[in-house]
């Protein structure tokens, strides 16, 4: 089993660079799919999901080729089934974004559901939404066992039409779905209140090289005028915001003074104006920032929210930097409704945070100690090695599988700007 030790580290410094966004490459595979021709991704993160969205294109029989350097072929032409088995769709939920894409193609996709999530139960229903106003019978099929494995969604449809689609929340995987199902129906469809996130402006960059017609990605109504078909391209994945972001408040939390490359700045506003107001120096340029962290951290308050609101995923990497904050800081979680597993783990190192349903309120300014502690999901993982750069002595971080879902070299990366951090094989 593998851990990553981490020890005190502080003033870090040096240049760091971000790869390309996870969450931008996985509906991009998925949108492989609708392609007729090569398509050539470049950026693409070298990441445990990225691998699994791989396997699930190929096992539809698209052809995919890692040619090196995070570039990758993917030809689609001859995907020969609609189906997505069990031990795909349970590695990785976003699995479930080669629906879309399957409809659009084949007008069928045959998917099975994996069990409850460990952040709440992300249940699927704004995508089964958009599907069926786009004239697709989803049947559900719930089956007895617990974790999921006989429970599936058969979709199928003689023809897609274009139609409206009022999201009741602006999910971000429902959008990429319903988006690469309608980039293939007849007429137009209209998404209104729609996820407004960059990866959903890439996918869209992306769907438009192939051929796609799509106007208004990055607002909340997104038109898409169906094609007959889609082509090839040549993509390259936007920036990593989250990593970015990760990378940031490592220089925050620690004093340090860090330049932070292949960012787009604009992607990480509240992230940014959040570190001014604990008191860190940033400095953007066009594609870097720089962050200096000041001597002692101001208490602050964040608020999750759909984008351009504070981001879901920078939520516990925040309350990392919040137990060192002075006074009392807050943390209301308004995107999932079970996202507080990582207060635990914080408090095996000393922090003091109380929660009470979606808030959480942490007290600053305490000194962290070093002790065994569970990466309970990627963020968590990630959130925990930041803890560990000012926490005493040893921090030692088990179930990091859940890190290299998201995060490429993550000790590399760190060690090169003065982390103190191993991966120990036990
Ligand atoms: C994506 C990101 C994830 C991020 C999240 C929110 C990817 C691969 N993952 O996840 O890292 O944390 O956006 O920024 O891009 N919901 C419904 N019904 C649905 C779909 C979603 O109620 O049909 C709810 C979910 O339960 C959740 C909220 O909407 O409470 C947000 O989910 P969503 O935006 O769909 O997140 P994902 O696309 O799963």
């Known amino acids: 089993m593998e851990k990553l030790v981490v020890e005190k580290s502080m003033n870090l410094r040096g240049h760091i660079r971000v790869s390309g966004a996870k969450n931008a490459c996985l509906p991009i595979l998925a949108a492989t799919l609708l392609g007729t021709e090569d398509i050539i991704l470049e950026d693409v993160p070298k990441l445990k999901d990225v691998e699994i969205m791989c396997e699930v294109l190929r096992a539809l029989g698209a052809e995919v080729e890692d040619l090196g350097g995070g570039v990758v072929r993917v030809n689609a032409k001859n995907i020969n089934t609609y189906e997505t088995k069990y031990e795909l769709m349970s590695k990785m939920r ?11 193609r084949m007008n069928k996709a045959k998917n099975s559901l994996p069990g409850g ?25 719930y089956g007895e066992d617990d974790d999921g494995e006989d429970s599936y969604i058969l979709a199928h449809t003689e023809n ?28 137009r ?8 996130e960059p990866e959903i402006v890439d996918l869209s960059n992306f769907l438009r090289k ?29 920036p990593d915001r989250i990593e970015a972001g990760t990378f940031m408040v490592a220089a925050a939390i620690t004093q340090g003074d860090v330049i932070i490359d292949n960012v787009i700045p604009n992607h990480l506003r509240p992230v940014i104006s959040k570190l001014e107001e604990a008191g860190c120096q940033i400095e953007e340029f066009d594609e870097s920032v720089r962050v200096v962290g000041p001597e002692f951290l101001k208490g602050i308050d964040i608020k999750t929210l759909p984008y351009p609101g504070f981001p879901t995923d920078m939520q516990a990497q925040f309350m990392a930097m919040m137990t060192q904050c002075q006074g009392t800081n807050t943390v209301i979680e308004t995107v999932f409704e079970n996202r507080f597993m990582h207060v ?67 000790e590399a990366k760190l060690k090169g700007i003065g982390g103190n951090i191993k991966r120990v094989n036990e």
């Open 189 to 196: 469809t209209i998404i209104e209140n729609a996820a407004m």
């Open 344 to 410: 635990d783990e914080f408090r095996r190192m000393g922090a003091m945070i109380s929660v009470d349903d979606r808030s959480a309120t942490i007290k600053g300014g305490r000194k962290l100690v070093g002790n065994k502690v569970y990466a309970t999901d990627l963020r968590c993982g990630a959130a925990l090695i930041l803890a560990g750069f000012v926490a005493e002595g040893q921090t030692e971080v088990y179930d990091i599988y859940h890190i290299d879902r998201g995060y490429e070299d993550i």
């Open 94 to 104: 976003a699995s479930f974004l080669v629906m879309g894409p399957l409809l659009g």
């Open 160 to 187: 897609l039409v274009g139609n409206k689609v009022y999201l009741d929340f602006p999910s971000v995987g429902a959008t990429e779905n319903i988006m690469m199902a309608a980039v293939l129906a007849k007429g």
């Open 117 to 141: 999530c460990t952040i709440g139960a992300r249940p699927i229903d704004l995508h089964l939404k958009g599907f069926r106003a786009l004239g697709v019978e989803c049947e559900e099929h």
């Open 210 to 238: 192939l051929g796609g017609n799509i106007k208004g990605a990055g607002t909340n109504t997104i038109i898409i005028d169906g094609v007959e078909k889609l082509y090839g391209a040549k993509h390259q994945i936007i």
